[in-house]
């Protein structure tokens, strides 16, 4: 299990969760992007060791790091992991199957956006089906229109089907994708969205 390039990350204080990103991971070595203007005075020292944490399929993992360096002047924070990562919660989140315009494409500016329908979707990631085969850890910027709102969201990559399968006469591949990029709002609104949907179908079934 390895941390990537642009992976959400947090940084545990004694009394707080910061969040950050991941920049680059070589070996056992992190190098985890500046701390926003607001917690810049809880940028850790180097010699100090900090625990680090991070969402993978649901489940949210912990693992120690010693930072080696601070570097100026962004600052980029350099830790050297420590020992293995723990599973620090199994997070239940509901997913329902629905069918919602979706328009993906890379992260760039001038990407082309194309255009699908979800499978499923739940408040941390969704299904759709692709219509060029992906491959995991890349990351697609998505405009997905839930009732009257429309969410603008960086996603990336966890699964990809092995084969593609006929969908409208068109080849196309099922893939799995994880936000690591959403409003705190466009969030909330979409947890509260797939509650209702999950509670209604449960009465329905």
């Known amino acids: 299990m390895g941390l990537e390039p642009n992976q959400t990350i947090q940084i545990v204080f004694a009394n707080r969760t910061v969040r950050s990103r991941v920049i680059r991971s070589m070996r056992d070595e992190v190098y985890i992007d500046a701390l926003r203007d607001a917690e810049m005075e809880l940028t850790p020292l180097p010699g100090q060791k900090i625990p680090l944490r991070w969402s993978e399929d649901e489940t949210l993992f912990q693992q120690f790091g010693k930072v080696t360096d601070v570097l100026d002047p962004i600052p980029i924070i350099v830790v050297k992991m420590e020992g293995a990562p723990r599973v620090v919660e199994f997070r239940k989140s509901f997913r329902i199957k629905v069918a919602l315009p979706l328009e993906y494409g890379l992260v760039r500016p001038d990407s082309e956006m194309l255009v699908t329908t979800t499978l499923d979707m739940s408040s941390t990631g969704l299904r759709f089906p692709s219509a060029v085969k992906l491959w995991n850890g890349l990351e697609l910027k998505m405009r997905v229109r839930v009732e ?58």
């Open 148 to 205: 009257h709102r429309i969410l603008e969201i960086v996603a990336k990559v966890v699964r990809v089907a092995p084969k593609s399968r006929e969908v409208r006469g068109r080849e196309s591949w099922e893939t799995a994708v994880q936000f690591t990029l959403i409003n705190i709002q466009d969030r909330k609104w979409l947890e509260q969205y797939v509650r209702h949907q999950h509670s209604r179908m449960q009465v329905g079934g």
